[in-house]
């Protein structure tokens, strides 16, 4: 397993902009495909965005199509969400997982490892 962590939460204005990072602890993190979840206030965890090992395929929400992008640098061991034009409903708990096997999937229970999660609230 690959340790994950999240950072870059925070708190926005509507209209405001924030990127998250995504930081692997091992060699390996450009063997994985990378998942974004969020979990807001009352909801189930959804995939909002997701890209294979190298960042050449990707898949984006239709909510958050025109608004956030995806990017990893292996080298860096680290990926990114830029989320711009934020909105209310955008505030929860946006986690970042990882995917053994290069290729990305749908599903929470297909990704290995996790981590723990950082704050998004989107509020005047």
């Known amino acids: 397993q690959i340790e994950l962590r999240e950072s870059g939460g925070g708190l926005v204005q509507p209209g405001g902009s924030l990127t998250l990072s995504c930081t692997g602890s091992a060699h390996a993190f450009g063997r994985y495909a990378v998942g974004w979840f969020r979990q807001a206030p009352g909801k189930g965890r959804e995939l909002i965005a997701a890209?294979?090992?190298?960042?050449?395929?990707?898949f984006l929400a239709d909510y958050v199509k025109g608004r956030f992008i995806m990017s990893r640098d292996n080298a860096k061991n680290t990926a990114w969400l830029q989320m711009n034009d934020l909105r209310p409903e955008d505030t929860a708990v946006y986690y970042c997982?990882?995917?053994?096997?290069?290729?990305?999937?749908?599903?929470?229970?297909?990704?290995?490892?996790w981590g723990l999660g950082t704050q998004v609230t989107v509020a005047s």
């Open positions: 890209m294979n090992w190298s960042g050449a395929d990707k």
């Open positions: 997982a990882g995917r053994t096997g290069g290729a990305f999937y749908f599903t929470p229970g297909t990704y290995d490892s």
